[in-house]
């Protein structure tokens, strides 16, 4: 797609939610991911729109993700919740959210947080346990904003996981008790796992987790001058730290057990960002 038609998918995407929900403004935008997706059916006064009648949304290929656009209050805030992604691995398009990520800033949110399932490189974070994303490595080499125009393109990503955002984040998982870790996300495109080999590349050049996910949409939303938190759900250890293969069953049966956990800090969560002030969260 031309950066062009994705711009007019864009306009139609905010026309068609303003439409569906008329006077609506999310504070923010929340992207479930693989085994996260249930947090979609909390929203309270929903008005669900399906991915297929949102031109430029992507069809989530990736079993685990519907393709669910949701807009409602969750946790008592006014939320866009987008229950499924697309990821770089289904069709090469580092461009996968774009037309989200976009329409979500058009339609006045300020803050979008990311979740994912990812592999720990530390034995001590294992499965179950949420980890905040702290920064990322994109080692996949690619970047979503090739072939777009202008210098907003030239994307600071100085902060890009939002200071302010991350304690409200660890502020969420003192109040609920549950343990958060921190670190470092490597992106690697997938969709085949990692070897043994690139996880231990992956420690040594100072990675905390890995995934294949998550990063484009960061980059993408940062052009677009949101706030950006992010956190993982840590499904299993990195190839080869256990000494067992990996597999897309046991991503999707351990987020399941650990999305309790997860959904309780994310309400939390969530509960903080609509007390932090207006669509705009404050500098
Ligand atoms: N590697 C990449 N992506 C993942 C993993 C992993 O080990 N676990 C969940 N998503």
């Known amino acids: 797609m031309t950066y062009a038609a994705e711009t007019e998918n864009v306009a139609k995407v ?11 403004t999310p504070k923010f935008g929340l992207v479930l991911g693989s085994g996260l997706g ?12 399906p991915y297929a009648d949102l031109p430029g949304l992507p069809i989530p290929s990736a079993s685990g993700h519907a393709g669910e656009l949701v807009l409602g209050r969750l946790a008592g805030v006014d939320a866009a919740v987008f229950a499924g992604r697309g990821h770089y691995y289904e069709h090469g398009n580092p461009r996968e959210m774009a037309v989200a990520v976009r329409a979500l800033s058009h339609l006045g949110a300020g803050v979008l947080v990311l979740t994912n399932a990812a592999g720990s490189l530390r034995p001590e974070v294992g499965p179950g346990k949420p980890m905040l994303i702290t920064d990322h490595i994109a080692y ?3 970047n979503p904003m090739i072939g777009t125009p202008g210098d907003a393109r030239f994307v600071n990503l100085v902060d890009a996981y939002d ?10 998982a003192a109040e609920t008790g549950i343990a958060l870790a921190e670190g470092v996300y490597m992106w690697f495109s997938g969709p085949a796992f990692e070897t043994p ?10 990675a905390d987790a890995v995934g294949m996910s998550t990063v484009p949409e960061v980059v993408m939303a940062r052009a677009e001058g949101l706030k950006v938190a992010a956190i993982s759900m ?5 190839a080869g730290m256990t000494g067992r293969g990996l597999s897309h069953e046991e991503t999707k049966a351990e987020a399941a057990k650990g999305s309790a956990n997860f959904k309780t800090l ?16 404050p500098d």
């Not at 080999?197 to 100072?206: D, H």
């Open 14 to 24: 905010v026309d068609i939610v303003r439409a569906s929900a008329p006077g609506f």
């Open 38 to 49: 249930d947090l979609a059916h909390e929203v309270k006064d929903a008005t669900r729109i």
């Open 140 to 142: 996949s080499g690619l």
């Open 163 to 172: 200071p302010g955002l991350r304690d409200l984040a660890r502020a969420a």
């Open 197 to 206: 080999a690139e996880i231990r590349m992956a420690r040594i050049v100072g």
């Open 234 to 238: 840590i499904t299993n250890l990195g």
């Open 266 to 281: 994310l309400r939390a969560f969530v509960a903080r960002i609509g007390a932090a002030g207006g669509s705009r969260l």
